[in-house]
């Protein structure tokens, strides 16, 4: 089965232009989730989606940021204008629907990230 | 605040040798889950281990597990008779259960080198 994979792997651009990032997760994972890491720093939550709908954007920074879902499959990440802070590694991760209890287990299966590096 | 506290940035441990990795956790939500994943070089982020907080024993997972010191807030990660292959950035997560929330939060990380 195939993990949780991301496009680019590596992505450079300038400061002031428009950057999208590509997340397929596992087959028949309803939640999606992305996080980004800036060098040397904790990962952070940015977003997480229940099939198409935002659950949860409250790690996103500012409204440069648009996540998508369309159709409940992959997801795409769009940074415009990109800045320099926004440079670092993007995850993206995925999991099954929650079993019930308080505490379900939600493992977030993750991806190996786009490194993301603004001039 | 929920928080992860990772100490330790860096670590090396001779090959065949257990190693202990340092995870702090603050939250005042009784219902929580704790995770560790491991970063290869690669950069996928592989999940190792699994303890939720009303479990009652350490979890175990192979080679790792997991001394969970509820009273203490921690989550140390054990893996015992290192590998050459072990060598990887390690991060310990948590994940509150009745915040509502699914995300995690991640500590900083500590980068395992093991030597031969």
């Known amino acids: 089965e195939a993990g949780v994979t991301q496009f680019p792997s590596h992505s450079v651009i300038e400061k002031g232009q428009t950057v999208t990032l590509r997340c397929d997760p596992i087959?028949?994972?309803?939640?999606l989730y992305w996080y980004r890491r800036v060098m040397g720093k904790e990962i952070k939550f940015l977003l997480h989606?229940?099939?198409?709908?935002?659950?949860?954007e409250s790690g996103m920074p500012n409204n440069r940021f648009l996540a998508e879902r369309t159709g409940g499959t992959y997801s795409t990440l769009k940074v415009q204008p990109a800045e320099l802070e926004d440079s670092g590694v993007y995850f993206c991760?995925?999991?099954?629907?929650?079993?019930?209890?308080?505490?379900?287990?939600?493992?977030?299966?993750f991806g190996a990230g786009t490194r993301l590096s603004v001039l | 605040a929920q928080k992860i506290t990772q100490t330790q940035p860096g670590m090396f441990v001779q090959e065949k040798e257990a190693v202990t990795l340092d995870c702090t956790y603050d939250?005042?939500?009784?219902?929580?889950?704790l995770f560790w994943y491991k970063q290869p070089s690669s950069g996928e982020m592989i999940f190792l281990i699994y303890?939720?907080?009303?479990?009652?024993q350490n979890a175990t997972e192979g080679r790792y597990s997991l001394n969970f010191q509820k009273a203490r807030k921690s989550a140390n990660l054990v893996i015992s008779a290192s590998q050459l292959g072990d060598s990887a950035m390690y991060f310990c997560a948590m994940r509150e259960g009745t915040s509502g929330t699914y995300k995690y939060i991640f500590g900083t990380g500590t980068r395992l080198k093991v030597l031969a």
């Open positions: 991760a995925s999991s099954q629907q929650l079993a019930g209890g308080p505490i379900a287990k939600n493992i977030q299966y």
């Open positions: 939250t005042s939500d009784p219902s929580y889950g």
């Open positions: 303890q939720g907080s009303y479990d009652q």
């Open positions: 989606f229940v099939k198409e709908s935002k659950q949860d």
């Open positions: 087959s028949g994972h309803d939640n």
